[in-house]
């Protein structure tokens, strides 16, 4: 993913790649997921995923729209964005 978002590929075209982005968005779902039912607690995730995934998600953001349109599903990783917003302040 790094090495596409690096060649400044922000709408993948390659299965493998596109699945690559997915998966990475997949994790930070999950993850937002733990935060919001308590399953995890959210400092420590924050003080080990917040930078990344603030960078991520920003880098992200073309792809992220186009899987929304695509699957036409508005909340696709809300949980992971509403992390994003709530650690921006």
């Known amino acids: 993913m790094l090495e596409a978002l ?8 390659d299965k493998e790649t596109i699945n690559c982005f997915r998966s990475v968005l997949n994790t930070y779902e999950m993850l937002g997921l733990t935060v919001k039912y308590g ?3 959210e400092h420590v995730w924050e003080g080990y995923w917040k930078k990344a995934l603030i960078r991520d998600w920003d880098r992200l953001s073309d792809f992220i729209q186009r899987e929304r349109e695509t699957f036409d599903h508005a909340t696709l990783f809300e949980d992971a964005e509403a992390i994003v917003k709530k650690w921006r302040g």
Do not use: L, T
């Open 6 to 13: 690096n060649k400044g590929i922000k709408i993948p075209k």
């Open 39 to 41: 399953a995890i607690d």
